[in-house]
């Protein structure tokens, strides 16, 4: 698992595969930090103005080009603002609920034991710029037994498509959980248009689980 700005420092965090996780990168202007159900890393200095055109789901776009997804995605969440802890607790927590990942919550965690009930939990209220949700099976449309696009819920119509038919990743059920399915060849991605992240703060959030089988030149980065 690397989170890393392009041509920037890398930081690298050991997980461990088959096993679902709640990932968080956020940027605050100076420095960048990463959390893996809410453990945090050590932050990384980057400043400049970033200047992104294009999106993918499913595969790294330049210096970590070999570097393909090998799993599942159950749902990301990107704001165009960078999120202080008690917004970025709250919405760990309301993940890590709905995905059946409380337990992997550290204990100094602000929603451990308490955590926001789902039903009552709007996260179109924190403002995200794009929100893809698997759970929500409703919002993914296939072409046979692949799917064909990723509708965005936000509001942003920012819908990831697969490109072209030779993109062919799949709705898989992993224990229960629906997810988004990559099998880590270079063209197995999803395209979305440009203007998703600010071009001085962000904050990404990814549900997501690396394959067993994953090969030794696949991970998983948030930028």
Not at 106 to 135: C, M, Y
């Amino acid at each position: 698992m690397y989170s890393f700005r392009n041509s920037g420092t890398t930081v690298a965090i050991a997980i461990t595969y088959d096993v679902p996780f709640s990932a968080c990168s956020v940027y605050d202007g100076t420095n960048g930090t990463f959390y893996l159900n809410g453990n945090g890393s050590a932050s990384v200095a980057s400043s400049g103005t970033f200047v992104i055109t294009t999106y993918q789901i499913g595969n790294s776009l330049t210096e970590e080009a070999a570097s393909n997804f090998y799993g599942y995605i159950g749902e990301i969440i990107i704001f165009n603002r960078y999120l202080g802890k008690t917004e970025r607790q709250l919405i760990e927590g309301y993940l890590a609920q709905k995905w059946g990942l409380k337990s992997y919550l550290p204990s100094t965690h602000s929603f451990k034991i308490e955590v926001p009930l789902t039903p009552r939990f709007d996260i179109l209220k924190f403002v995200p710029n794009l929100w893809l949700d698997a759970l929500d099976t409703s919002t993914i449309t296939t072409a046979g037994t692949y799917i064909s696009q990723w509708n965005d819920k936000s509001g942003n119509n920012y819908h990831f498509d697969r490109g072209t038919s030779s993109n062919n990743a799949g709705l898989v059920y992993d224990n229960g959980y629906p997810g988004v399915y990559f099998n880590g060849n270079q063209t197995n991605q999803f395209q979305g248009p440009g203007g998703l992240l600010g071009s001085t703060t962000w904050t990404i959030f990814m549900i997501f689980n690396m394959d067993v089988s994953v090969p030794s030149n696949s991970g998983t980065h948030l930028s």
